[in-house]
């Protein structure tokens, strides 16, 4: 019962932005979007997360459309150490609770 | 500062056995959820903890169980353990239940049942 949809891998070349797609149909008006990676089986690392607007930190950029059905997190200069499956989640809510409700994600491998 | 910490490691149980895992959360927070992760899928919520009270359930089914120390740690008990319960599982902490706050997720326990 995903809330979100991704690609299930993506290229990228070594210093150029990454761009990460995920659509988010269903979300409802007070639900987050937060990205997440997971290195080899390493516990996920938390990215970035948003509701309406855009956001920056020192990792990466999430951009939000207006309508909030879909984002794209962006990795303006990629490493080889980002090389990961990147997840998009939309937070559930299940009788006051909330809770991360993760796909299968996109696997992006940065090519030197 | 000590980021999540699970123990044990790895683990090796026969089908029908119990396991006991244990998470200790980043210093103060207070809400720890567990997750199950199979091989080549995301991770899957099981339970989510928020001052010693379970705040969140999971599509587990009652052999799974865990419960929240007074100091915040957490354990998350399997009973009759079945082939697919082999993951990996992980533990996340963050500073409350409140949705803007991010969690932090321990290195997991990897779980084989044979």
């Known amino acids: 019962d995903a809330k979100t949809t991704q690609p299930p891998s993506m290229d990228c070349a070594e210093g150029r932005a990454a761009n990460l797609p995920c659509n988010h149909s269903?979300?409802?008006?007070?639900?987050?979007v937060y990205w997440y990676r997971q290195i080899h089986s390493q516990g996920p690392q938390y990215i970035i997360h948003?509701?309406?607007n855009n956001e920056t930190n020192e990792m990466a950029s999430l951009i939000i459309t207006e309508d909030r059905k879909s984002s794209t997190l962006i990795l303006p200069h990629a490493t080889l150490r980002d090389t990961a499956v990147y997840y998009c989640?939309?937070?559930?809510?299940?009788?006051?609770?909330?809770?991360?409700?993760f796909g299968t994600g996109t696997r992006l491998k940065v090519l030197a | 500062d000590a980021g999540v910490t699970q123990s044990p490691t790895h683990l090796i149980k026969t089908r029908g056995q119990q396991v006991t895992l244990r998470c200790s959360p980043i210093?103060?927070?207070?809400?720890v959820s567990w997750y199950q992760q199979v091989l080549g899928q995301g991770p899957q919520f099981i339970f989510q903890?928020?001052?010693?009270?379970?705040?969140g359930r999971g599509n587990f089914p009652d052999r799974f169980s865990a419960r929240q120390f007074p100091n915040y740690s957490s354990e998350l008990n399997v009973n009759a353990l079945l082939l697919g319960d082999s993951a990996l599982y992980l533990c996340?902490?963050?500073?409350?239940?409140?949705?803007?706050?991010?969690?932090?997720f321990g290195p997991g326990t990897r779980l084989t049942v044979t």
């Open positions: 903890y928020y001052e010693k009270e379970e705040r």
């Open positions: 948003g509701l309406k």
């Open positions: 989640i939309v937070e559930g809510t299940t009788s006051g609770t909330y809770k991360y409700i």
């Open positions: 996340a902490s963050s500073l409350a239940q409140r949705r803007t706050h991010e969690q932090y």
């Open positions: 269903t979300i409802s008006g007070n639900e987050y």
């Open positions: 210093s103060g927070h207070k809400s």
